[in-house]
């Protein structure tokens, strides 16, 4: 039976400008505020790179052993699954000629799988190359924004969410994808199964209360993945914040990750 604070109810239209439309003046902003997504995207910066540096990750390329081949850029696009490919795609279509266009042949041929044939340390260390270039950068944050972060907060606020609830749905798309895939559970099945335990706001439901239900499907579904059986992104970072009532992600913020301990004061 769904847990619902009805009391609530009224208010969800209040709930709701809190999100990136909200009217002019109001003190509640949503993750695409400038500042706002800057902290997004160093809380995924821990858990991706152990790092708050998130700026420094356009760079990174490396094989993480979760099945997915290479982990690249600015929140680990995935060889194995097609977004680091669109990435290169990208960029070429800004770039012709680049030092990553030769290796689109092997993107296409991998997509799907963990092998590394014909990348290896070439592709990695043109993959480094490129990320001097300010167009290679914005190919990675484009495919970030239209693919993960994009979606993600516009379900969130259609649900209700305030800045937190955006940020823990963007963090799930980051990690899962949209759909279920081969011995993975997406975004879209761990949203159902929250909804069917607890109504978001949008529903009238009690944002507290149904982020715990979302964080509980998402982390039955990491335990779902051999490669990410460790439920601390959850659990120690973003089940703190819910708890602490940071719906807004104010800062300071403190959590961990992995076993690491992150920090990000007041007023940044």
């Not at 420094?56 to 680091?84: H, K, M, N, P, W």
């Not at 012709?96 to 997509?111: D, S, T």
């Not at 959590?255 to 007041?266: C, L, P």
Request: include cysteine; glycine fraction near 10%.
């Amino acid at each position: 039976m769904k847990h619902r604070r009805l009391a609530l109810a009224a208010t969800a239209a209040l709930v709701l400008t809190g999100c990136s439309g909200c009217a002019s003046g109001s003190s509640e902003k949503g993750l695409d505020d400038p500042a706002k997504k800057d902290i997004a995207m160093r809380l995924v910066s821990s858990a991706e790179n152990s790092t708050l540096d998130w700026k420094a990750q356009y760079a990174y390329a490396e094989d993480i052993g979760d099945g997915r081949g290479y982990t690249a850029g600015v929140i680990g696009f995935c060889s194995g699954t097609g977004d680091l490919l669109k990435v290169v795609e990208r960029y070429t279509a800004k770039r012709p000629g680049n030092a990553l266009e030769g290796f689109l042949p092997a993107l296409r041929a991998v997509n799907g799988s963990d092998s590394h044939e014909g990348l290896g340390s070439a592709f990695t260390e043109a993959w480094a190359e490129a990320a001097a270039d300010p167009d290679f950068r914005s190919a990675q944050d484009a495919e970030r924004d239209s693919t993960y972060f994009d979606p993600a907060v516009e379900r969130a606020e259609a649900d209700g969410l305030s800045a937190l609830g955006q940020f823990i749905y963007y963090d799930a798309y980051v990690m899962h994808g949209y759909a279920d895939a081969d011995g993975t559970v997406g975004f879209r099945t761990i949203r159902a199964q929250a909804t069917a335990e607890a109504d978001p706001p949008s529903e009238g439901g009690d944002e507290e209360a149904y982020l715990n239900a979302f964080l509980d499907a998402r982390v039955a579904a990491i335990r779902k993945e051999p490669s990410h059986s460790d439920t601390s992104r959850v659990e120690t970072a973003q089940r703190v914040f819910v708890r602490e009532g940071k719906l807004q992600l104010e800062t300071p913020l403190a959590w961990k990750v992995y076993g690491e301990s992150f920090h990000i004061a007041g007023g940044s």
